[in-house]
């Protein structure tokens, strides 16, 4: 399975963005970039995904590099409620063939500071 | 439109016996995803379920065991259990197979081994 490497943990402000890295670079062709996050005693939460190109929704947005080993997710404007474990997870294919599967890493945990 | 429910929410069991865990997902969603979360593992895969077939399986023992019903709904089975089993067991459905959209976590079920 392709690995990610995060950073421990991060320090924000309040309405400061925030930018988390993930360094992939044994990711495959075919192989999306997941983010998640995961807040005290819940289960995680879908961020925002992608493959090849920028991705933005609501929550954020995933900056991903032009040959594909690293990503960055960005939260525009920090709040308390964005203090969580962040995940950056690939969805590699099992054994070669078309089943994708998340393989999650140890995460970033952020600290946002009112 | 409800989320994933997941019952118990906790259970103190004693080793060598065995559980059954439940998952009911998002309606309309046909896939379900089982993890193991601990703090010294973190999140692993255990195995994914699509139209009542298992599509994915990650590196446990064969004493996990799962199964999905026509409707969805998603049971965890662990036999002869170890203290070792003692861990949040999450399950997360989407719409498609997992490894390439969205997954919704349920918030998880507590399983103390002792």
């Known amino acids: 399975d392709a690995k990610t490497t995060q950073p421990n943990s991060m320090e924000s402000n309040e309405e400061e963005p925030v930018h988390l890295p993930c360094n992939h670079s044994?990711?495959?062709?075919?192989?999306?970039i997941h983010w998640y996050r995961q807040l005290p005693s819940q289960g995680p939460e879908y961020v925002i995904h992608?493959?090849?190109s920028n991705v933005n929704n609501r929550m954020a947005s995933l900056a991903i590099a032009e040959d594909r080993k690293s990503s960055t997710l960005i939260l525009h404007r920090a709040t308390l409620r964005d203090a969580a474990v962040y995940y950056c997870?690939?969805?590699?294919?099992?054994?070669?063939?078309?089943?994708?599967?998340?393989?999650f890493g140890k995460g970033t945990l952020l600290t946002v500071n009112p | 439109k409800a989320g994933v429910t997941q019952t118990p929410r906790y259970l103190i069991k004693t080793r060598g016996q065995q559980v059954t865990l439940s998952c009911s997902p998002i309606s309309g969603h046909r896939s379900v995803s089982w993890y193991q979360q601990t703090p010294g593992q973190g999140l692993q895969f255990l195995f994914e379920y699509f139209s009542e077939t298992q599509r994915n399986k990650g590196n446990f023992p064969g004493r996990f065991s799962g199964r999905q019903f026509s409707n969805s709904r998603s049971e965890m089975n662990v036999s002869t259990l170890e203290l070792g089993d003692s861990a949040l067991y999450l399950c997360?459905?989407?719409?498609?197979?997992?490894?390439?959209?969205?997954?919704?976590f349920g918030p998880g079920t507590r399983l103390t081994v002792t």
């Open positions: 992608g493959l090849t």
């Open positions: 044994t990711i495959s062709g075919t192989d999306y």
């Open positions: 997360a459905s989407s719409l498609g197979l997992g490894g390439r959209g969205e997954q919704y």
């Open positions: 997870i690939l969805s590699g294919s099992y054994s070669g063939g078309s089943n994708y599967k998340l393989t």
